[in-house]
């Protein structure tokens, strides 16, 4: 089968399908009011991500030579072109879901978000004060005046951009000015003086249409619109291309201005007059334009004020505690008589903490060594690594410093563990180390006895509540023997002597492994053995890996895929994928976990990763895939994987036309699946 021909949706397309479903939930009238403002903010925290790295990226593709741009494999001018219209789509039913569902409905609970034109007099006089106190400092006001002032706007800043006329002169003339809405300072959400039992509310944006004429005395405001300019991050081009046509990219790019502003967003109600004087005084091209609805930085709601309104939130789930190793007086002892897998968010992430401070104060402790991808601001485990060394142990820990907008604090975090004493390996040139490990070294009768935890998502108490992640705690040599080969490498950049058995590692095995285990199940199939493969991940885009499952589906092998995010693979073509059905759940906790189960006739292979089925996942990374042989462990992920396939509340059927359809509910009973998970773990703690 040739790549070229082979069904496949563009990422961009399907990850702005994925974004889509975060925006289904805003609008679905089962989810509390409340967490649905939150999915506005996820939405538009994501959306602002993807402008900043893909169409950057793809911006700036447009903007290379010919010959370059024959290499790639799709257009990248008519590739913008169809994401622009994607998002605008999209834009305009979020201002839809936002001022004609929500708004009406957090009214209905006398939360009302008032614009300046209904204010009574008591707000009219409370906001000139609030102004005049709080916002005055900081509005930054300047006229626009093309070809000879050009302001410097702050990247991804708030401001307002003022139609105005001058009303002390007999002109209809239109002047233009900027203010800034200083929303990275204060509130976004201003108080108002409210009548018993109401709660008023203004966004600060329209705090400042409010008063602004107070900043132009003599200037009569037309309108006031909002933008918003940013500035492309770092092209990571490396996640896609290689070798010479990186190089070319490179070289093709240099002549380009890094410093100016590449994206205005703007309020699409705007003027063709005005938005003509930004393009011109900002440089803008016609693809660094973005129409959106009134406001900008929407993620803000996520400090929407609740007020204590706790009916219109989730019903609270309270992290289960894994009471084997958090209550176990010697955790070591505990791991090392059988595997432990826990399941945060469901489960708490108490135990990995405990790992570590326990770790750190027993004085038969000698190494401790972990991999840094993303870790909290404050890190009890971070802090546990620097007790470590107090007490007198070896500690190493490689810090990812290339994990993309965590640079800075993984930096600052590798800078406060050398200084307390730890050993720092920062990242290799071209390549990340996106493993989540780490191991302990114990003496235990005058022998060395290791301890390992393998994970699929971060070292990060943060993220722990709210990501869906699998954790192991094991001490079977089998597996960390070869955790030690992995930070081996790590430590020296030397290829292990010894090939990895168990464990399948990016850069050394795991693509490899991974077709070969594919091809036995086409084997099996064409023999008329049972042949199935089922995938959890959060993105599938490796075309060679999409192929190799194309060829599974017309050997007959029956795929089950789970895909959060990026789904490239086109399931149900004639004569192509058939076989193969795929699904991605949106709800209230972010599916992390990537699951690999093959049939193997019967004789099921589970791997827990760190990895998705993305080029840069298999081709330019290090990862860390780990096998499950514990039996009540690996009845307990396909117990999991099963309930996942069998939701039908939150899961949406992924297809060559992107409709994101829900699930039909072909069961009596309906079946949420991350709801079933949380209670089935909650029944079997008790009953431990």
């Known amino acids: 089968m040739k790549e070229k021909s082979v069904p496949y949706i563009h990422r961009d397309i399907s990850w702005l399908s994925f974004n889509y479903r975060v925006l289904q939930e805003a609008k679905d009238p089962t989810v509390p009011l409340l967490e649905r403002l939150k ?8 959306l602002d991500e993807f402008f900043r790295v893909r169409i950057a990226g793809i911006r700036n593709l447009v903007r290379v030579g010919k010959k370059t741009k024959a290499k790639l494999e799709f257009d990248p001018q008519s590739l913008v072109t169809r994401l ?3 998002v605008n789509k999209q834009q305009a039913e979020f201002g839809e879901i936002f001022e004609n569902q929500i708004v009406p409905e957090l009214s209905q609970y006398n939360i009302n978000l008032l614009r300046r034109t209904n204010l009574s007099n008591e707000q009219r006089e409370f906001l000139l004060d609030y102004f005049e106190e709080n916002l005055l400092p900081f509005v930054q006001p300047v ?7 050009k302001p410097f706007l702050n990247n991804a800043a708030l401001y307002l951009t003022l139609q105005m006329q001058e009303s002390l002169k007999d002109t209809t003339k239109d002047r233009f000015a900027v203010l800034k809405i ?8 201003v108080d108002l003086p409210s009548t018993e039992g109401k709660h008023d509310l203004i966004m600060i944006d329209d705090v400042i249409r409010f008063a602004a004429g107070f900043v132009f005395p003599g200037y009569e405001i037309i309108d006031a619109f909002s933008i918003k300019l940013t500035r492309d991050a770092e092209l990571y081009i490396e996640d896609e291309f290689s070798g010479d046509l990186v190089q070319k990219i490179r070289k093709s790019l240099i002549k380009r201005n890094v410093g100016p502003p590449s994206r205005l967003v703007y309020d699409r109600t705007m003027p063709a007059e005005l938005l003509s004087i930004l393009c011109e005084t900002f440089d803008l091209e016609k693809l660094d334009l973005l129409p959106e609805g009134r406001y ?3 993620f803000d709601f996520f400090s929407f004020p609740d007020f204590g309104y706790d009916h219109l939130k989730n019903n609270p789930l309270p992290p289960i505690p894994y009471k084997t190793l958090e209550k176990s007086n010697n955790i070591f002892k505990s791991i090392k008589k059988r595997d432990h897998l826990i399941h945060v968010p469901y489960h708490s992430y108490d135990s990995v903490v405990k790992l570590f401070q326990t770790a750190a104060a027993d004085p038969d402790v000698t190494h401790i060594k972990v991999v840094q991808y993303r870790v909290a601001k404050k890190s009890k485990i971070m802090n546990a690594l620097m007790d470590a060394v107090k007490s007198g142990k070896q500690v190493s820990v490689f810090v990812e410093v290339k994990a993309r907008f965590d640079e800075e604090a993984n930096l600052a975090w590798g800078e406060k563990l050398e200084k307390a004493g730890v050993n720092v390996r920062y990242s290799f040139p071209g390549l990340k ?4 490990i780490a191991l302990i070294a114990r003496r235990e009768n005058d022998q060395i006895q290791l301890y390992s935890y393998l994970s699929t998502g971060n070292f990060h108490e943060g993220t722990a509540k709210i990501y869906s992640d699998f954790g192991l705690f094991t001490a079977d040599t089998r597996l960390t023997r070869e955790v030690g080969r992995v930070f081996s490498f790590l430590e020296t950049v030397k290829v292990p002597k010894q090939k990895f058995q168990h464990l399948l590692v990016g850069q050394f095995n795991l693509r490899i492994k991974l077709v070969e285990k594919i091809e036995r199940e086409i084997q099996n199939a064409k023999k008329g053995k049972p042949a199935k493969i089922m995938l959890k991940l959060n993105s599938l885009q490796d075309k060679k890996m999409i192929i190799k499952l194309y060829e599974a589906s017309q050997a007959g092998v029956k795929i089950k895929l789970i895909i959060r995010g990026i789904c490239s693979l086109v399931p149900g073509v004639k004569g192509v994928s058939e076989n193969i059905q795929a699904v991605s759940i949106v709800d209230r906790f972010l599916e992390h976990s990537r699951i690999f189960i093959f049939h193997n006739n019967g004789k099921d292979d589970i791997y827990l990763s760190s990895a998705d089925w993305m080029v840069r996942n298999l081709s330019h990374r290090i990862e860390t895939t780990f096998p499950i042989y514990d039996p009540s462990l690996r009845k307990e992920i396909l117990n999991f994987i099963k309930l996942q396939l069998q939701d039908n509340v939150k899961s949406r059927v992924i297809d060559a036309k992107q409709q994101n359809r829900y699930v039909v509910n072909k069961q009596s009973i309906p079946v949420r699946a991350q709801i079933e998970t949380y209670f089935n773990i909650k029944r079997k703690e008790e009953n431990r």
Request: glycine letters at 0%.
């Open 296 to 298: 900008h930085n929407n």
């Open 39 to 46: 999915f506005l903010a996820i939405y538009s925290s994501n």
């Open 433 to 436: 180390v996106h493993s989540k």
């Open 143 to 149: 006229l626009l005046v093309p070809k000879k002032i």
């Open 84 to 86: 622009l219209k994607i």
């Open 182 to 189: 200083p929303s990275d300072h204060l509130p976004r959400f």
